[in-house]
Nanobody, 124 residues
Framework: QVQLVESGGGLVQAGGSLRLSCATS????????MGWFRQAPGKERDFVAA????????YYADSVKGRFTVSRDNAKNTLYLQMNSLKPEDTAVYYC?????????????????WGQGTQVTVSS
């Protein structure tokens, strides 16, 4: 079992940047593939970015490609999401997710563990 706690959300103007963190505890972080998802009000939870257990492979939703960067520090048991050039449509609750595995995964059903989420609001 692994516990996930997101932080770093907040209110930012369009064009600004935020860095989200996901601190983990429990099982060995380096054995987990990790992902970021987001959910806007009234919408489904959508995939944002994923990273393999080594950090060597990453994958992004088209809507964030070139603006967001996912990374991990296995020594600190922490996952990150650097978000640049933020847009109002990026406003959502952002969730980190984990599952055992060596690849990257980009659908909700593939993940076993979820954090509680952190709110990101981008004003126009």
């Amino acid at each position: 079992q692994v516990q996930l706690v997101e932080s770093g959300g907040g209110l930012v103007q369009a064009g600004g940047s935020l860095r989200l963190s996901c601190a983990t505890s429990g099982r060995t972080f380096s054995s987990y593939a990790m992902g970021w998802f987001r959910q806007a009000p009234g919408k489904e939870r959508d995939f944002v970015a994923a990273i393999s257990w080594s950090g060597g492979s990453t994958y992004y939703a088209d809507s964030v490609k070139g603006r967001f960067t996912v990374s991990r520090d296995n020594a600190k048991n922490t996952l990150y999401l650097q978000m640049n050039s933020l847009k109002p449509e990026d406003t959502a609750v952002y969730y980190c997710a984990a599952r055992e595995g060596s690849s990257y995964y980009y659908t909700r059903i593939q993940y076993d563990y979820w954090g509680q989420g952190t709110q990101v609001t981008v004003s126009s």
